[in-house]
């Protein structure tokens, strides 16, 4: 029987074998969109599968790949492992929306296509720069506009610079531009080493999660990093309240990976059981947001 179908993937139980089956072309049309999107499927080295093209290889967790024809490839495992103990991974293949879900990837090149976005005072994205009174020009320029030199021209107030877009959830990337000089938001702590070696402002726009961290011992910092902020180890403090240390991040939908960074030693959640080792062997905290 046909268990679930989305978009051309489909998954059926044949005998007593789970098979999903599904074209890589469905892996290819996933890198136009606005993240550096791809499917994660590292554990299973299924894009090396498909490469080859091998009629039969065994996988990772039982799995086994099996090439059809054309760019159609199927997945199977043995229905009887799914009964008694049920391995995180294998929802990502059971259930298309996971199967489907971008994985968070900071894009540092300055290639990447215009994101549509509208300058309005009910703009869900305020960006201002504190002070510069007797600047005759600010801009805003980032990902979102491809690095415009001259399309946003930020407008001054009492105390600044300010203006307001209304953008798509996504991670963006973003300077201000003063008389002329590059320099980055130095009131947002989230930021990210450009090619130039100066710092691009990182702006999340998305749904607010919030991360926590609980400990009875002495710890004086708790930070958060993951592939929303190019893993940087300094840039997400989380606030201590007795003995619990917590913040919050708008994120887009999509797979992030994290961990948090407690004294010099990092961490996967211990409130999350859901996890996924990198091809380096290292494990990382996974979060799913539809």
Known sequence: MTY??????????????????????????????????????DSLKLSQAIQSKSSFEKLANQWTFHYIQGNVFELRKPLDDFEEEYDPFDKYLLFTEYWQSPRS?????????????????????????????????????????HWNEEEISMIQVDNGWQIDLELAPGIYEYKFIIDGKWTHDVLNSLKLRNEHQTWNSILLIGEKIKFS???????????????????DDQSIPLEKNGNTWTTTLELPPGKHYYK?????????????DLMEVDNEGISNSVLIIN
């Open 213 to 231: 961290f609980t400990s009875d011992e002495n710890i004086r910092k708790v930070f958060l990093a993951g592939s929303f902020n190019n893993w």
């Open 260 to 272: 948090f960074i407690v004294g010099r030693e990092w961490v996967l959640d211990p409130e999350n």
């Open 4 to 41: 679930g179908q989305t978009g051309g993937v489909t998954l059926t139980i044949k005998g007593d074998m789970v098979v999903f089956q599904c074209s890589s072309d469905k892996l290819d049309s996933l890198y136009a969109e606005k993240f550096s999107l791809v499917h994660d499927f």
């Open 105 to 145: 990837q900071l894009d540092t090149t300055t290639t990447q296509p215009k994101i549509p976005f509208q300058i309005t005072e009910e703009g869900n994205a305020r960006f201002f720069l504190k002070g510069n009174q007797r600047a005759e020009k600010v801009i805003l320029a980032g990902t979102f506009n």
